[in-house]
C-alpha cells in the first residue's frame, strides 16, 4: 500500500496547505511522476469545453471527468492540483493538454488525445506529472513533450500513433533545445509500459540534459529513423525493452547511454552498446521480462479503461437555447431573446446582457450561466446574434495550388464569424500570386488576368485556377524556421518526398550553411551561402535528395551567385547510385561577381524511376579561382520538375472545369458554415460530378 502522499518529503504549495492539512492526499503512480494529483477534491463530470477549462484553472483541487469527446479548440491549460480522467474506451480530447508555468501535481489518465495542429500534451516548466492510460495519436507537433526545467514526469502505458499526420512524427521531446542550460539537473522522466506503435519517426524519446529511465516498452514502429537518443548532455537508462523491426533503436548525441536486458528483433543501423556510466533513479521498480512487457503494452497500453462510474458526481447542466436571428440596429433585446432553459437545474439563469440592452452593429455574442445547485453543476452557454448592418463577405479559394496565402486582397478586410467582410461598395483588389509550383492560369469565371479589382456588394466567392505543374520537390528558402542543415523540401507533390532535403556538404558531411531571408535578402533574392575562404571553398557543395521513383524527364532548375571568394564555374552534376559516382549534366559560368545567374539541365534518362536521385553544384577547381574574402557560392529558388512515369496515377485535379460548389468540414468529418480557426478541409464540387480537396490553414 502507497503511504499518505503528505507522509512522503515532497513540497507542497502554500496557498493550499491549509487544505492539505485537513485533508490526506495519496500519491497516485509510479516512477518519477508519482503525485496526488486531484485527489481530495471534489470529483465533477464535464462534457464541454467551457465547464472542462472553467475546472482545469480553478485554483482548488478537482478529479475532473470526461464521458464522451470535447474539442478543447487550441488547448485547455491544467493548474496545479488536477486529475484529469476519461471514463471510457471513447472518452476523448481533440486540442493541446497544457501543463506548464510552474504548475505541479497534475495526472492525465484515460484518455484518447489528438492534437493535428500542435502537441498533445506539452510538459513546460511544471512538476510532478502522471501521465497514464492515453492514447496519444496524430498530432502535429509533439504526443507528450517534456520541456524547460520540468521535473519528475512519468508517462506509463500509453500508446502513440500516427495515420492521418504525414509529417512531423515525432513523439516524444525530452529537452527542448542545446542552449536550454538551466534544464542541467532537471528533467527527471520515467517511461514504462507504453507501445510507440505505426507511423512514429523519431523521438521516443529525444534527450537533452535529462535523466530518463525508459524500462518494459514496446516499439513496432517499423520505417521509424530512430528511436531512444541522448542528445546533448542526455541520460537513457534503457531496460528490458522489446524493440521489433525498427531503426536505430539505441542511439547518442553528445549524451550517454545504458542498456541492459533489451530485446533487438529484426532491428537495423546503430545499437548502442550501453556501456556507459549511469544514474541510479531514485524510486523502487520491478522490471519483467521483454516478451512480457510486449504482451502486457500490447493489451493494456492506451485508453483501454472501463466506465468508473463514479460516486458523489453531480449531473451535468444541459442548456437549451439557439442561436438567435438577425435584429435590427437598435432593437433592445426582451424576453424573446433571453430564453434559455435547463432541464433539472433550479437555479436563476445569469445572462451577459439583460433585457433592454440595446447592442452594437455587427455580429455579437449572448451568453447565459445556469449557477451549480445541489445536484447540477454549473455551466454556460453561449449564442451568436447579429445586429443587421452592410458588411458583406468575400471568401477566396485556390484550385491546383501549392502554399499558403497565394491570393492576397488589398484592403485585407476585417474578420468577422472567420469571415473576411468588407462595407458594402469596397473596391477590393485581389492578385493571384506565383511561386515555384504553382502558377495562376485563370479565375473561375474566366477572367486571365492575376489581379482584378472587384465592388463588394454581396457575399463574394472567388477562385483562382493554377496551371498543374509535375514536379517532384522544390525550396524557395523563405520560412526561416524550417532550417539551414538538411532543410526538407519547402514543396513536395507526393509523400514519397516530403524528406526530400538540401544540403551542404563536404567531405566530413552535412553542415550548416548561412541564411538570406526575405528581410536580408542577398542580391535581391533568399538564399543559402557556403561562406568559406580560397582555402576551403571547393571542398564544399550544394546537394539535393529527391525520390523520382515515379517520375521520369527530371529537370533541375535554380539560381546560383558567387561573391568575393568562389570558383568561376560550378558544374551541376547527378548520381543514381546513392553518391558513389557523379556525372556532370552541365555547368553555371559565373562571369560577374554578386550577380545571380539561372540555370535549367534536363538529366539523362538513367535518372529516370531513381528512388534516390542526388543532385548536386560543385565547384570546379579547375576553373579561375576568384579570391576576395571570406564568402563563396549562393544558391536559391531551387524546383526538380520531372513528368509522371507512363501508368503512375496523375495527382492534379484538371482546371478546366467549372465550380458549382464549396463545402467545408474539420478534420474529423464534421461540416462547417465557414473556415474556421486552424486546419479547415475544402471541399469542391465540379458540374461533371467529381470533386477536389484542399486543406487550408488559418
Known amino acids: 500500500m502507497k503511504l499518505p502522499y503528505n507522509s512522503r518529503a515532497r513540497l507542497v504549495c502554500l496557498p493550499l496547505l491549509f487544505f492539505l492539512l485537513l485533508t490526506p492526499l495519496w500519491a497516485e503512480g509510479d516512477g518519477y511522476g508519482e503525485n496526488p494529483g486531484g485527489g481530495g477534491g471534489d470529483t465533477v463530470v464535464v462534457d464541454n469545453s467551457r465547464d472542462l477549462k472553467k475546472y482545469a484553472s480553478a485554483t482548488q483541487p478537482y478529479v475532473i471527468l470526461i464521458k464522451d469527446t470535447i474539442d478543447v479548440g487550441s488547448e485547455v491549460r491544467l493548474s496545479s492540483y488536477k486529475t484529469l480522467s476519461g471514463m471510457g474506451p471513447n472518452s476523448t480530447l481533440i486540442g493541446n493538454v497544457t501543463i506548464s508555468g510552474g504548475v505541479n501535481n497534475v495526472v492525465v489518465k484515460n484518455l484518447n488525445i489528438t492534437n493535428p495542429a500542435n502537441d498533445g500534451i506539452t510538459i513546460r516548466n511544471a512538476q510532478y506529472v502522471y501521465v497514464n492510460n492515453c492514447t496519444v495519436f496524430d498530432c502535429g507537433d509533439g504526443c507528450i513533450d517534456v520541456t524547460v526545467e520540468s521535473d519528475f514526469v512519468t508517462i506509463s502505458n500509453c500508446r502513440f500513433y500516427y495515420e492521418a499526420i504525414t509529417f512531423h512524427k515525432f513523439v516524444n521531446l525530452i529537452g527542448a533545445s542545446d542552449d536550454n542550460i538551466t534544464d542541467r539537473g532537471k528533467l527527471h522522466v520515467t517511461f514504462h509500459g507504453n507501445w510507440w506503435d505505426t507511423g512514429c519517426t523519431s523521438r521516443m524519446p529525444r534527450v537533452r540534459f535529462g535523466y530518463v529511465h525508459i524500462y518494459n516498452n514496446y516499439y513496432s514502429c517499423s520505417g521509424n529513423n530512430y528511436c531512444n537518443r541522448a542528445g546533448l548532455e542526455g541520460h537513457i537508462l534503457s531496460e528490458y525493452n522489446y524493440f521489433e523491426g525498427v531503426r536505430d533503436p539505441l542511439t547518442t548525441e553528445e549524451g550517454w547511454a545504458k542498456s541492459v536486458g533489451n530485446t533487438y528483433d529484426n532491428c537495423e543501423g546503430t545499437i548502442h552498446p550501453g556501456t556507459d556510466e549511469m544514474f541510479t533513479p531514485s524510486y523502487y521498480y520491478n522490471t519483467t521480462g521483454t516478451d512480457i512487457a510486449k504482451a502486457q503494452a500490447m493489451q493494456h497500453a492506451g485508453n483501454t479503461k472501463n466506465d468508473p462510474n463514479p460516486p458523489q458526481a453531480k449531473k451535468t447542466t444541459r442548456i437549451q437555447w439557439q442561436n438567435q436571428g438577425t435584429i435590427v440596429l437598435g432593437t433592445p433585446l426582451d424576453a424573446s431573446h433571453l430564453n434559455a432553459t435547463a432541464e433539472g437545474n433550479t437555479s436563476t439563469p445569469v445572462y451577459s446582457h439583460p433585457i433592454g440592452t440595446v447592442l452594437p452593429e455587427g455580429y455579437q455574442t449572448l451568453t447565459v450561466t445556469f449557477p451549480e445547485d445541489d445536484q447540477y453543476l454549473e455551466a454556460s452557454k453561449t449564442v451568436n446574434i447579429r445586429v443587421k448592418y452592410d458588411y458583406y463577405t468575400l471568401t477566396l479559394h485556390t484550385v491546383n495550388a501549392s502554399g499558403e496565402h497565394l491570393i492576397t486582397p488589398n484592403p485585407e478586410g476585417t474578420w468577422i464569424n472567420n469571415k473576411r467582410s468588407y462595407p458594402i461598395d469596397t473596391e477590393v483588389e485581389i492578385t493571384a500570386n506565383n511561386n515555384l509550383v504553382s502558377v495562376f492560369e485563370h479565375w473561375q469565371d474566366?477572367?486571365?488576368?492575376?489581379?482584378?479589382?472587384?465592388?463588394?456588394?454581396?457575399?463574394?466567392?472567388?477562385?483562382?485556377?493554377?496551371?498543374?505543374?509535375?514536379?517532384?520537390?522544390?525550396?524557395?528558402?523563405?520560412?526561416?524556421?524550417?532550417?539551414?542543415?538538411?532543410?526538407?523540401?519547402?514543396?513536395?507533390?507526393?509523400?514519397?518526398?516530403?524528406?526530400?532535403?538540401?544540403?551542404?556538404?563536404?567531405?566530413?558531411?552535412?553542415?550548416?550553411?548561412?541564411?538570406?531571408?526575405?528581410?536580408?535578402?542577398?542580391?535581391?533574392?533568399?538564399?543559402?551561402?557556403?561562406?568559406?575562404?580560397?582555402?576551403?571553398?571547393?571542398?564544399?557543395?550544394?546537394?539535393?535528395?529527391?525520390?523520382?521513383?515515379?517520375?521520369?524527364?527530371?529537370?533541375?532548375?535554380?539560381?546560383?551567385?558567387?561573391?568575393?571568394?568562389?570558383?568561376?564555374?560550378?558544374?551541376?552534376?547527378?548520381?543514381?547510385?546513392?553518391?558513389?559516382?557523379?556525372?556532370?549534366?552541365?555547368?553555371?559560368?559565373?562571369?560577374?561577381?554578386?550577380?545571380?545567374?539561372?540555370?535549367?539541365?534536363?538529366l539523362p534518362a538513367d535518372a529516370n524511376g531513381v528512388s534516390r536521385l542526388l543532385i548536386r553544384f560543385k565547384a570546379d577547381t579547375n576553373s579561375p579561382l576568384i579570391s576576395g574574402g571570406l564568402i563563396g557560392t549562393s544558391i536559391s529558388e531551387i524546383r526538380v520538375l520531372a513528368d509522371v512515369a507512363v501508368g503512375t496515377p496523375a495527382t492534379l485535379e484538371t482546371s478546366a472545369k467549372n465550380l458549382v460548389n464549396t463545402r467545408y468540414f474539420t478534420l474529423g468529418g464534421r461540416e462547417l458554415p465557414a473556415p474556421s480557426a486552424g486546419i479547415t478541409i475544402v471541399l469542391f464540387e465540379w458540374e461533371d460530378g467529381t470533386h477536389s480537396t484542399q486543406k487550408i490553414k488559418r
Do not use: H
Not at 462 to 484: Q, V
Open 446 to 602: 474566366g477572367v486571365q488576368t492575376s489581379t482584378r479589382t472587384l465592388t463588394i456588394t454581396d457575399d463574394t466567392e472567388l477562385t483562382a485556377i493554377y496551371a498543374p505543374i509535375t514536379y517532384i520537390a522544390a525550396w524557395d528558402l523563405l520560412d526561416m524556421a524550417s532550417g539551414n542543415k538538411d532543410r526538407r523540401a519547402d514543396y513536395y507533390q507526393t509523400d514519397e518526398n516530403k524528406l526530400s532535403t538540401l544540403s551542404l556538404q563536404s567531405a566530413g558531411g552535412s553542415i550548416n550553411w548561412t541564411v538570406f531571408s526575405d528581410e536580408n535578402p542577398l542580391e535581391g533574392k533568399v538564399a543559402a551561402m557556403i561562406r568559406r575562404g580560397s582555402s576551403q571553398v571547393g571542398e564544399y557543395y550544394f546537394q539535393l535528395e529527391v525520390d523520382a521513383a515515379n517520375y521520369q524527364n527530371i529537370r533541375v532548375e535554380a539560381y546560383m551567385l558567387g561573391m568575393l571568394t568562389y570558383y568561376q564555374v560550378q558544374q551541376v552534376e547527378y548520381s543514381t547510385d546513392q553518391g558513389q559516382t557523379f556525372k556532370k549534366v552541365g555547368a553555371y559560368t559565373l562571369q560577374e561577381a554578386s550577380t545571380w545567374y539561372p540555370g535549367a539541365f534536363a
